[in-house]
């Protein structure tokens, strides 16, 4: 399975937390950490600094800084009460952005939070987006989705990178009329190196994640542990969308048109775009 998975899981993304309603949180403990302060007294006065941009920006401190009573253990082993913080996305944006800008994790975190608060925010008004940016959206529920479709893949005993790719070739024919990724990839003049994925507009990218998601749930509710017949699900669901596009009457996949930027391009914009945004910063001078 190890060999399908490229994505490197960030180190905040290992900490993060979901609570009993389902939504994520950081402890500022776990991030301290994270971020490589030492001693809480020098992240807090990184917190107080973020508390009060958060201030200043007419935002809640009480919804992004919720301060809560732990139990930890001490040299000892007795246990002793500390305080700790839940933070949200948008919190942990704002230590970032007051923190040590000399630590190269700090610069990670940035980029980090930056983008993933973007898209949170781009998630939850999605129709008003522009193109460009509904893109970004759809891709990086693609990613998401690809990960879970290799797992139930993986199942199905597809266990190589040569074998997932003739099961998404499947997929991808049946979507497609008959195209492969090769073929596709051909259609839309790209080079080796680039990903048909990121040359999609929102319509195409949104067919793709229709065909993801059902065919993961397929394979996983079906329970399909054999490669054939994983194969023959992914086939069977591109087309039956195809299907549904033709009922709707409207354009195939193969017939929309490829965007000039690509996914990575939009994001580099998108970053820039949120750097220049001037939060108010409590730095010592």
Same mark, same amino acid.
């Given at each position: ?20 309603? @389902? ?22 006065? +990184?917190?107080?600094?973020?508390? $009060? ?14 301060? +809560? ?5 001490? @040299? ?43 898209? %949170? ?15 970004? +959206? ?35 024919? @049946?979507?497609?009329?008959? $195209? =492969? +990724? ?20 929102? =319509?195409?990218? @949104? ?5 993801? =998601?059902?065919?993961?749930?397929? $394979? =996983? ?7 054939? %017949? ?21 354009? $195939? ?33």
């Amino acid at each position: 399975m190890s060999e399908l998975n490229t994505t490197m899981q960030l180190p905040f993304d290992k900490i993060r937390q979901i609570d009993e309603h @389902g939504e994520e949180f950081w402890y500022a403990r776990d991030l301290q950490m994270v971020l490589q302060y030492k001693q809480w007294r020098s992240f807090q006065q +990184v917190i107080d600094r973020a508390l $009060l941009a958060c201030k200043n920006s007419s935002a809640s401190i009480n919804d992004h800084f919720a301060e +809560v009573r732990k139990m930890v253990q001490i @040299g000892s082993g007795a246990m002793k009460p500390t305080t700790d913080f839940k933070l949200t996305r948008y919190a942990c944006y704002l230590i970032v952005q007051n923190g040590d800008p000399r630590k190269e994790i700090i610069a990670l975190g940035q980029s980090y939070f930056a983008v993933q608060t973007r898209r %949170q925010e781009l998630s939850e008004s999605f129709n008003d987006l522009d193109e460009n940016n509904k893109r970004l +959206v759809i891709r990086n529920q693609i990613s998401q989705s690809n990960q879970l479709l290799a797992q139930a893949a993986y199942q199905a005993n597809i266990t190589t990178n040569r074998q997932f790719a003739t099961f998404q070739n499947h997929g991808y024919r @049946g979507l497609y009329g008959g $195209l =492969t +990724v090769g073929n596709i990839h051909k259609r839309k003049g790209l080079n080796e190196k680039e990903k048909i994925l990121d040359y999609m507009g929102s =319509t195409e990218l @949104g067919a793709n994640l229709f065909r993801i =998601t059902q065919t993961e749930a397929r $394979l =996983t509710k079906e329970m399909i542990s054999q490669r054939d %017949q994983a194969n023959r699900v992914h086939h069977e669901v591109g087309k039956k969308i195809r299907g549904l596009m033709k009922g709707m009457n409207t354009e $195939l996949p193969e017939n929309l048109p490829t965007p000039n930027k690509n996914i990575q391009t939009i994001e580099r914009e998108e970053i820039s775009k949120i750097k220049n945004i001037n939060l108010p910063l409590m730095l010592d001078e």
